[in-house]
Protein backbone atom coordinates (compact mmCIF):
# COMPACT_ATOMS: atom_id res chain seq x y z
CA UNK A 1 0.00 0.00 0.00
CA UNK A 2 1.09 3.52 -0.93
CA UNK A 3 1.79 5.94 1.55
CA UNK A 4 1.72 9.30 0.63
CA UNK A 5 2.52 12.33 3.05
CA UNK A 6 0.66 15.16 3.03
CA UNK A 7 1.34 17.39 5.43
CA UNK A 8 3.69 17.68 8.37
CA UNK A 9 4.10 21.53 10.11
CA UNK A 10 3.48 20.11 13.42
CA UNK A 11 1.51 17.97 13.10
CA UNK A 12 1.61 15.61 10.45
CA UNK A 13 -1.46 14.37 7.57
CA UNK A 14 -0.55 11.03 5.97
CA UNK A 15 -2.71 8.79 2.79
CA UNK A 16 -2.93 5.19 2.64
CA UNK A 17 -4.17 4.42 -0.96
CA UNK A 18 -3.43 2.56 -4.24
CA UNK A 19 -2.87 -1.33 -2.50
CA UNK A 20 -1.75 -3.61 -5.31
CA UNK A 21 -2.38 -6.78 -3.63
CA UNK A 22 -6.03 -5.81 -3.06
CA UNK A 23 -8.62 -7.84 -3.84
CA UNK A 24 -9.20 -7.26 -7.51
CA UNK A 25 -13.21 -6.32 -7.12
CA UNK A 26 -13.35 -4.24 -4.33
CA UNK A 27 -13.33 -0.45 -5.19
CA UNK A 28 -10.21 1.06 -4.42
CA UNK A 29 -10.19 3.70 -1.30
CA UNK A 30 -7.76 6.39 0.46
CA UNK A 31 -7.47 6.03 3.70
CA UNK A 32 -6.01 8.77 6.22
CA UNK A 33 -4.21 9.42 9.22
CA UNK A 34 -3.53 12.48 11.56
CA UNK A 35 -0.56 11.93 14.01
CA UNK A 36 -0.73 15.14 16.48
CA UNK A 37 2.27 13.67 19.33
CA UNK A 38 0.29 11.10 20.78
CA UNK A 39 -2.72 11.22 19.73
CA UNK A 40 -3.71 9.49 16.26
CA UNK A 41 -6.76 9.58 14.02
CA UNK A 42 -7.66 7.31 11.09
CA UNK A 43 -10.26 8.96 8.95
CA UNK A 44 -12.46 6.22 7.15
CA UNK A 45 -9.84 3.20 7.74
CA UNK A 46 -11.16 1.33 5.41
CA UNK A 47 -12.69 -2.27 4.52
CA UNK A 48 -11.64 -5.58 6.07
CA UNK A 49 -9.56 -6.88 3.32
CA UNK A 50 -7.31 -4.11 3.16
CA UNK A 51 -6.84 -3.77 7.16
CA UNK A 52 -3.41 -5.62 7.47
CA UNK A 53 -1.95 -3.58 4.76
CA UNK A 54 -3.09 -0.50 6.57
CA UNK A 55 -1.99 -1.03 9.90
CA UNK A 56 1.10 -2.51 8.22
CA UNK A 57 1.86 0.86 7.00
CA UNK A 58 0.33 3.05 9.89
CA UNK A 59 2.92 0.75 12.32
CA UNK A 60 5.76 2.81 10.49
CA UNK A 61 5.11 5.85 11.71
CA UNK A 62 3.28 5.14 15.39
CA UNK A 63 2.66 3.02 17.89
CA UNK A 64 -0.77 1.05 18.27
CA UNK A 65 -1.33 2.62 21.96
CA UNK A 66 -1.25 6.24 20.02
CA UNK A 67 -4.19 5.68 18.07
CA UNK A 68 -6.82 6.88 20.05
CA UNK A 69 -9.66 7.87 17.83
CA UNK A 70 -11.31 6.32 14.61
CA UNK A 71 -13.50 8.62 12.51
CA UNK A 72 -15.95 6.88 9.82
CA UNK A 73 -18.10 9.40 7.42
CA UNK A 74 -20.68 7.02 7.16
CA UNK A 75 -21.48 3.31 7.33
CA UNK A 76 -20.41 1.79 4.21
CA UNK A 77 -17.98 -1.16 4.25
CA UNK A 78 -15.22 0.26 2.52
CA UNK A 79 -15.15 2.87 4.87
CA UNK A 80 -15.64 0.93 8.26
CA UNK A 81 -15.81 -3.11 7.77
CA UNK A 82 -12.50 -3.36 9.25
CA UNK A 83 -14.18 -2.33 12.51
CA UNK A 84 -14.38 -5.77 14.73
CA UNK A 85 -10.65 -6.08 13.90
CA UNK A 86 -9.55 -2.17 14.87
CA UNK A 87 -11.79 -3.49 17.74
CA UNK A 88 -9.62 -6.35 18.80
CA UNK A 89 -6.65 -4.26 18.09
CA UNK A 90 -6.29 -1.05 19.61
CA UNK A 91 -6.50 -0.99 23.51
CA UNK A 92 -8.56 2.24 24.46
CA UNK A 93 -9.93 4.00 21.52
CA UNK A 94 -13.29 6.04 19.92
CA UNK A 95 -14.95 5.68 16.90
CA UNK A 96 -16.67 9.11 15.88
CA UNK A 97 -19.63 8.45 13.33
CA UNK A 98 -22.95 9.84 12.80
CA UNK A 99 -25.22 8.94 15.43
CA UNK A 100 -27.81 8.05 12.60
CA UNK A 101 -25.62 4.49 11.89
CA UNK A 102 -24.34 3.26 15.11
CA UNK A 103 -26.86 0.84 15.48
CA UNK A 104 -25.69 -0.38 11.88
CA UNK A 105 -22.03 -0.04 11.99
CA UNK A 106 -21.81 -1.96 15.65
CA UNK A 107 -22.95 -5.06 12.99
CA UNK A 108 -19.17 -4.60 12.21
CA UNK A 109 -18.04 -6.21 15.69
CA UNK A 110 -17.42 -3.38 18.36
CA UNK A 111 -16.87 -5.10 22.12
CA UNK A 112 -14.25 -2.47 23.19
CA UNK A 113 -14.11 1.01 21.02
CA UNK A 114 -16.68 3.62 22.41
CA UNK A 115 -18.91 4.96 19.72
CA UNK A 116 -18.67 9.03 19.66
CA UNK A 117 -22.26 10.22 17.88
CA UNK A 118 -21.72 12.98 16.32
CA UNK A 119 -25.14 15.04 15.55
CA UNK A 120 -26.58 16.35 12.40
CA UNK A 121 -25.26 19.54 13.33
CA UNK A 122 -21.60 18.22 13.79
CA UNK A 123 -18.97 19.11 16.32
CA UNK A 124 -15.33 19.80 17.30
CA UNK A 125 -12.93 17.13 17.94
CA UNK A 126 -9.66 18.15 20.11
CA UNK A 127 -7.26 15.84 19.20
CA UNK A 128 -4.13 16.61 21.64
CA UNK A 129 -4.71 20.33 21.17
CA UNK A 130 -5.39 20.26 17.44
CA UNK A 131 -8.95 20.93 16.54
CA UNK A 132 -11.25 19.04 13.85
CA UNK A 133 -14.20 20.10 12.49
CA UNK A 134 -16.79 17.23 11.99
CA UNK A 135 -18.33 19.28 8.97
CA UNK A 136 -22.18 17.91 8.10
CA UNK A 137 -22.12 16.57 4.59
CA UNK A 138 -25.57 14.85 4.84
CA UNK A 139 -27.48 12.95 1.60
CA UNK A 140 -23.76 12.75 0.15
CA UNK A 141 -23.99 10.00 -0.63
CA UNK A 142 -25.31 8.56 2.71
CA UNK A 143 -28.16 10.19 4.81
CA UNK A 144 -26.29 10.77 7.58
CA UNK A 145 -22.39 12.03 6.76
CA UNK A 146 -19.51 13.47 7.70
CA UNK A 147 -16.49 15.50 6.66
CA UNK A 148 -13.42 16.27 8.38
CA UNK A 149 -11.80 19.82 8.43
CA UNK A 150 -8.58 20.92 9.60
CA UNK A 151 -7.82 24.70 10.15
CA UNK A 152 -4.50 24.70 10.54
CA UNK A 153 -4.03 22.77 7.61
CA UNK A 154 -6.47 23.48 5.71
CA UNK A 155 -7.23 20.17 4.71
CA UNK A 156 -10.62 19.18 4.28
CA UNK A 157 -11.20 15.34 4.01
CA UNK A 158 -14.72 14.97 1.57
CA UNK A 159 -15.26 11.22 1.92
CA UNK A 160 -17.07 10.39 -1.56
CA UNK A 161 -17.47 13.99 -2.53
CA UNK A 162 -15.10 14.11 -5.24
CA UNK A 163 -14.60 10.39 -5.79
CA UNK A 164 -13.33 9.29 -9.26
CA UNK A 165 -13.42 5.63 -10.16
CA UNK A 166 -10.01 4.75 -11.40
CA UNK A 167 -7.14 1.58 -11.59
CA UNK A 168 -5.27 0.98 -8.63
CA UNK A 169 -2.39 2.64 -9.98
CA UNK A 170 -3.27 5.92 -10.10
CA UNK A 171 -1.80 9.10 -9.50
CA UNK A 172 -2.64 10.82 -5.87
CA UNK A 173 -3.41 14.29 -6.76
CA UNK A 174 -5.51 15.89 -10.00
CA UNK A 175 -3.42 17.11 -12.20
CA UNK A 176 -5.23 17.91 -15.47
CA UNK A 177 -8.98 18.70 -14.24
CA UNK A 178 -10.61 18.49 -17.60
CA UNK A 179 -9.54 14.67 -18.24
CA UNK A 180 -10.49 13.40 -14.50
CA UNK A 181 -14.14 14.52 -14.95
CA UNK A 182 -14.92 11.18 -17.06
CA UNK A 183 -13.73 9.39 -14.27
CA UNK A 184 -16.09 11.54 -11.70
CA UNK A 185 -19.05 12.12 -13.85
CA UNK A 186 -21.02 8.36 -13.16
CA UNK A 187 -19.78 8.06 -9.46
CA UNK A 188 -21.75 11.83 -8.30
CA UNK A 189 -24.29 11.65 -10.67
CA UNK A 190 -25.73 8.22 -9.55
CA UNK A 191 -24.72 7.84 -6.38
CA UNK A 192 -25.53 11.01 -4.83
CA UNK A 193 -29.10 12.07 -4.65
CA UNK A 194 -29.55 15.36 -3.57
CA UNK A 195 -29.36 18.48 -5.25
CA UNK A 196 -30.36 20.51 -2.85
CA UNK A 197 -27.93 19.00 -0.33
CA UNK A 198 -25.26 18.94 -3.08
CA UNK A 199 -25.81 22.79 -3.16
CA UNK A 200 -25.62 23.71 -0.12
CA UNK A 201 -22.96 21.73 0.86
CA UNK A 202 -20.77 23.74 -1.92
CA UNK A 203 -22.33 27.25 -0.52
CA UNK A 204 -20.72 26.11 3.16
CA UNK A 205 -16.98 24.84 1.39
CA UNK A 206 -16.64 28.14 -0.45
CA UNK A 207 -16.46 29.97 2.40
CA UNK A 208 -13.80 27.06 3.88
CA UNK A 209 -10.22 27.80 3.41
CA UNK A 210 -9.09 24.43 1.65
CA UNK A 211 -5.63 23.48 0.14
CA UNK A 212 -6.42 19.96 0.23
CA UNK A 213 -9.96 18.59 -0.65
CA UNK A 214 -9.23 14.48 0.06
CA UNK A 215 -11.62 12.39 -1.22
CA UNK A 216 -12.26 8.52 -0.37
CA UNK A 217 -11.81 7.09 -3.43
CA UNK A 218 -9.49 8.75 -6.48
CA UNK A 219 -7.40 11.91 -6.81
CA UNK A 220 -6.33 14.97 -3.76
CA UNK A 221 -7.41 18.23 -5.23
CA UNK A 222 -5.16 21.00 -4.97
CA UNK A 223 -5.01 24.55 -5.72
CA UNK A 224 -7.24 25.99 -8.25
CA UNK A 225 -8.40 22.38 -9.14
CA UNK A 226 -10.34 22.60 -5.94
CA UNK A 227 -12.69 25.69 -7.09
CA UNK A 228 -12.78 23.92 -10.39
CA UNK A 229 -14.57 20.96 -8.95
CA UNK A 230 -16.71 22.74 -6.99
CA UNK A 231 -17.99 24.65 -9.71
CA UNK A 232 -18.35 21.41 -11.75
CA UNK A 233 -20.23 20.00 -9.09
CA UNK A 234 -22.63 23.08 -8.82
CA UNK A 235 -23.87 22.57 -12.42
CA UNK A 236 -23.51 18.45 -12.15
CA UNK A 237 -27.21 17.11 -12.11
CA UNK A 238 -27.27 14.41 -9.42
CA UNK A 239 -29.79 11.39 -8.49
CA UNK A 240 -29.91 10.09 -12.08
CA UNK A 241 -31.29 6.89 -10.10
CA UNK A 242 -34.63 7.80 -10.64
CA UNK A 243 -35.92 9.00 -13.69
CA UNK A 244 -37.91 12.48 -14.04
CA UNK B 1 -11.38 -20.04 0.77
CA UNK B 2 -8.26 -21.91 2.74
CA UNK B 3 -9.09 -25.86 4.07
CA UNK B 4 -8.87 -24.41 7.64
CA UNK B 5 -11.35 -21.98 7.12
CA UNK B 6 -13.23 -24.64 5.07
CA UNK B 7 -13.18 -26.86 8.24
CA UNK B 8 -14.08 -23.66 10.97
CA UNK B 9 -17.18 -22.97 8.41
CA UNK B 10 -18.00 -26.90 8.78
CA UNK B 11 -18.09 -26.53 12.41
CA UNK B 12 -20.51 -23.70 12.55
CA UNK B 13 -22.74 -25.01 9.98
CA UNK B 14 -22.68 -28.94 11.26
CA UNK B 15 -23.60 -27.69 14.57
CA UNK B 16 -26.24 -25.36 13.11
CA UNK B 17 -28.03 -28.30 11.44
CA UNK B 18 -27.74 -30.58 14.39
CA UNK B 19 -30.15 -27.82 16.20
CA UNK B 20 -32.49 -27.64 13.74
CA UNK B 21 -32.77 -31.34 12.80
CA UNK B 22 -33.67 -31.51 17.16
CA UNK B 23 -36.15 -28.85 16.16
CA UNK B 24 -38.16 -31.18 14.25
CA UNK B 25 -36.98 -33.97 17.09
CA UNK B 26 -39.83 -31.93 19.38
CA UNK B 27 -42.20 -32.05 16.66
CA UNK B 28 -42.20 -35.60 16.92
CA UNK B 29 -42.04 -35.97 20.54
CA UNK B 30 -45.06 -34.09 21.03
CA UNK B 31 -47.09 -35.64 18.28
CA UNK B 32 -45.93 -39.14 20.42
CA UNK B 33 -47.36 -37.20 23.65
CA UNK B 34 -50.75 -36.36 22.29
CA UNK B 35 -50.82 -40.17 20.74
CA UNK B 36 -50.49 -40.90 24.72
CA UNK B 37 -53.50 -38.89 25.70
CA UNK B 38 -55.08 -40.74 22.92
CA UNK B 39 -54.63 -43.81 23.96
CA UNK B 40 -55.33 -43.15 27.40
CA UNK B 41 -58.83 -42.56 26.18
CA UNK B 42 -59.16 -45.54 24.40
CA UNK B 43 -57.73 -47.64 27.01
CA UNK B 44 -60.59 -45.80 29.38
CA UNK B 45 -63.28 -46.71 26.99
CA UNK B 46 -61.45 -50.34 26.40
CA UNK B 47 -62.06 -50.59 30.67
CA UNK B 48 -61.22 -54.48 31.25
CA UNK B 49 -60.29 -55.74 27.61
CA UNK B 50 -57.49 -52.68 28.21
CA UNK B 51 -56.76 -53.49 31.66
CA UNK B 52 -53.00 -54.20 31.45
CA UNK B 53 -52.80 -51.40 28.26
CA UNK B 54 -53.24 -48.17 30.84
CA UNK B 55 -50.23 -47.92 32.65
CA UNK B 56 -48.10 -48.18 29.65
CA UNK B 57 -50.41 -44.91 28.05
CA UNK B 58 -48.88 -43.02 31.00
CA UNK B 59 -45.24 -44.31 30.51
CA UNK B 60 -45.82 -43.74 27.04
CA UNK B 61 -46.89 -39.81 28.20
CA UNK B 62 -43.82 -39.50 30.50
CA UNK B 63 -41.39 -40.46 27.83
CA UNK B 64 -42.63 -37.89 25.13
CA UNK B 65 -42.44 -35.48 28.35
CA UNK B 66 -38.60 -36.84 28.76
CA UNK B 67 -38.25 -36.60 25.08
CA UNK B 68 -39.28 -33.05 24.91
CA UNK B 69 -36.99 -31.78 27.97
CA UNK B 70 -34.05 -33.71 26.78
CA UNK B 71 -34.45 -32.24 23.18
CA UNK B 72 -34.76 -28.63 24.50
CA UNK B 73 -31.60 -29.27 26.23
CA UNK B 74 -29.37 -30.70 23.33
CA UNK B 75 -31.02 -28.51 21.02
CA UNK B 76 -30.05 -25.07 23.52
CA UNK B 77 -26.66 -27.04 23.54
CA UNK B 78 -26.23 -26.85 20.07
CA UNK B 79 -27.65 -22.90 19.56
CA UNK B 80 -24.69 -22.04 22.21
CA UNK B 81 -22.25 -24.03 19.90
CA UNK B 82 -23.19 -22.35 16.74
CA UNK B 83 -22.61 -19.38 18.44
CA UNK B 84 -19.59 -20.18 19.93
CA UNK B 85 -18.15 -21.52 16.41
CA UNK B 86 -18.83 -18.05 14.46
CA UNK B 87 -17.06 -16.22 17.74
CA UNK B 88 -14.21 -18.84 17.04
CA UNK B 89 -14.26 -18.60 13.52
CA UNK B 90 -13.98 -14.58 13.81
CA UNK B 91 -11.39 -14.94 15.79
CA UNK B 92 -9.46 -17.06 13.94
CA UNK B 93 -10.16 -14.62 10.93
CA UNK B 94 -8.52 -11.96 13.09
CA UNK B 95 -5.61 -13.85 13.96
CA UNK B 96 -4.70 -14.94 10.44
CA UNK B 97 -4.80 -10.47 9.62
CA UNK B 98 -3.13 -10.25 12.41
CA UNK B 99 -0.38 -11.99 11.20
CA UNK B 100 -0.24 -10.67 7.55
CA UNK B 101 -0.05 -7.07 9.02
CA UNK B 102 3.03 -8.63 11.08
CA UNK B 103 4.54 -10.01 7.78
CA UNK B 104 3.68 -6.30 5.72
CA UNK B 105 4.93 -4.09 8.56
CA UNK B 106 8.16 -6.44 9.20
CA UNK B 107 10.38 -3.55 8.77
CA UNK B 108 7.76 -1.02 10.16
CA UNK B 109 9.83 1.08 13.60
CA UNK B 110 6.90 0.32 15.55
CA UNK B 111 6.31 -3.25 15.00
CA UNK B 112 6.88 -4.28 18.52
CA UNK B 113 3.83 -2.72 19.72
CA UNK B 114 1.71 -4.68 17.85
CA UNK B 115 3.30 -8.13 19.68
CA UNK B 116 0.73 -7.80 22.33
CA UNK B 117 -2.50 -7.65 20.14
CA UNK B 118 -1.31 -10.96 18.35
CA UNK B 119 -0.69 -12.59 21.62
CA UNK B 120 -3.95 -11.35 22.96
CA UNK B 121 -5.75 -12.68 20.03
CA UNK B 122 -4.04 -16.11 20.26
CA UNK B 123 -4.67 -16.72 23.79
CA UNK B 124 -8.58 -16.09 22.94
CA UNK B 125 -8.19 -18.34 20.14
CA UNK B 126 -6.90 -21.45 22.51
CA UNK B 127 -9.52 -20.82 24.64
CA UNK B 128 -12.28 -20.78 22.64
CA UNK B 129 -10.94 -24.08 20.80
CA UNK B 130 -10.77 -25.81 24.37
CA UNK B 131 -14.36 -24.14 25.44
CA UNK B 132 -15.29 -25.89 21.63
CA UNK B 133 -13.79 -29.13 22.21
CA UNK B 134 -15.56 -29.52 25.51
CA UNK B 135 -19.03 -28.52 24.58
CA UNK B 136 -18.52 -31.18 21.60
CA UNK B 137 -18.01 -33.47 24.22
CA UNK B 138 -21.02 -32.67 26.44
CA UNK B 139 -23.39 -32.22 23.47
CA UNK B 140 -22.12 -35.70 22.53
CA UNK B 141 -23.22 -36.85 25.81
CA UNK B 142 -26.86 -35.35 25.82
CA UNK B 143 -27.39 -37.12 22.11
CA UNK B 144 -26.21 -40.61 24.03
CA UNK B 145 -28.84 -39.38 26.93
CA UNK B 146 -31.37 -38.73 24.06
CA UNK B 147 -30.30 -42.39 22.46
CA UNK B 148 -30.49 -44.23 25.28
CA UNK B 149 -34.40 -42.92 25.79
CA UNK B 150 -35.65 -44.08 22.85
CA UNK B 151 -34.09 -47.59 22.96
CA UNK B 152 -36.43 -47.43 26.00
CA UNK B 153 -39.34 -46.42 24.37
CA UNK B 154 -38.71 -48.84 21.59
CA UNK B 155 -39.11 -51.42 24.58
CA UNK B 156 -42.34 -50.05 25.48
CA UNK B 157 -43.15 -50.13 21.58
CA UNK B 158 -42.74 -53.96 21.82
CA UNK B 159 -44.42 -54.21 25.25
CA UNK B 160 -47.71 -52.12 23.97
CA UNK B 161 -47.92 -54.15 20.88
CA UNK B 162 -48.58 -57.73 23.12
CA UNK B 163 -50.69 -55.86 25.17
CA UNK B 164 -53.04 -53.97 22.08
CA UNK B 165 -53.43 -58.05 20.62
CA UNK B 166 -55.02 -58.70 23.90
CA UNK B 167 -57.62 -55.28 23.41
CA UNK B 168 -60.33 -57.68 21.75
CA UNK B 169 -62.39 -55.13 19.69
CA UNK B 170 -59.51 -52.15 20.69
CA UNK B 171 -56.79 -54.16 19.25
CA UNK B 172 -56.61 -52.42 15.97
CA UNK B 173 -56.53 -48.63 18.16
CA UNK B 174 -54.26 -49.74 20.54
CA UNK B 175 -51.83 -51.15 17.78
CA UNK B 176 -51.98 -48.05 15.81
CA UNK B 177 -50.36 -46.40 19.35
CA UNK B 178 -47.64 -48.70 19.03
CA UNK B 179 -46.59 -48.58 16.03
CA UNK B 180 -46.50 -44.82 16.27
CA UNK B 181 -44.69 -44.88 18.83
CA UNK B 182 -42.11 -47.15 17.55
CA UNK B 183 -42.17 -45.14 14.12
CA UNK B 184 -40.85 -42.10 16.43
CA UNK B 185 -38.82 -43.59 18.50
CA UNK B 186 -36.97 -45.04 15.36
CA UNK B 187 -37.02 -41.38 13.28
CA UNK B 188 -35.23 -39.70 16.64
CA UNK B 189 -32.93 -42.22 16.87
CA UNK B 190 -32.06 -41.82 13.35
CA UNK B 191 -31.57 -38.47 13.94
CA UNK B 192 -29.98 -38.36 16.94
CA UNK B 193 -27.05 -40.69 15.08
CA UNK B 194 -26.72 -38.29 12.43
CA UNK B 195 -26.29 -35.50 14.94
CA UNK B 196 -23.48 -38.17 16.64
CA UNK B 197 -22.04 -39.09 13.81
CA UNK B 198 -21.56 -35.27 13.02
CA UNK B 199 -20.46 -34.22 16.46
CA UNK B 200 -17.73 -36.95 15.90
CA UNK B 201 -16.23 -35.62 12.18
CA UNK B 202 -16.57 -31.66 13.75
CA UNK B 203 -14.47 -33.71 16.99
CA UNK B 204 -12.15 -34.87 14.78
CA UNK B 205 -11.64 -31.58 12.71
CA UNK B 206 -11.38 -29.32 15.59
CA UNK B 207 -8.25 -31.57 16.92
CA UNK B 208 -6.40 -30.88 13.50
CA UNK B 209 -6.54 -26.90 13.98
CA UNK B 210 -3.10 -25.91 15.31
CA UNK B 211 -3.12 -23.04 17.48
Redesign the interface.
Known amino acids: MKTIQLYDEGHQWFAFARDPDKPEKIIDTNQYMIINNDRVLLLDPGGIEIFAPMLGSILHHTKIENITDLFASHQDPDIISSLGLWDQTLPKARLHSPWLWEGFIRHFGMDHIDYVAIPDEGSILDLGGLELQFVPAHYLHSSGNFHVYDAKSRILMCGDVGAALEPADADMYVEDFDEHIPKMELFHRRWMPSNRAKNDWISRVRDMDIDMLCPQHGRIFKGENIGKFLDWFEQLEVGIGVPK | MSQMTRGQNNTVIGVATIAADLHKVMYIAWSVSIAAKNAMIISAQAGEQARSFQPLTRFIDEIARTTIKSTQKVEQESISLTRLSANYL?TRD?YT??H??????Q?????H??E??ID??LSQLQQQATRLRQQLLRLDDFMQELDQDMRAALAVASVCRIEASRAGEYRNSLSVVADNLESAAREIQDTVKRGMDRIHDLTIQETEFKT
Open positions: RARFQVDRIGQARYRTFQTKC
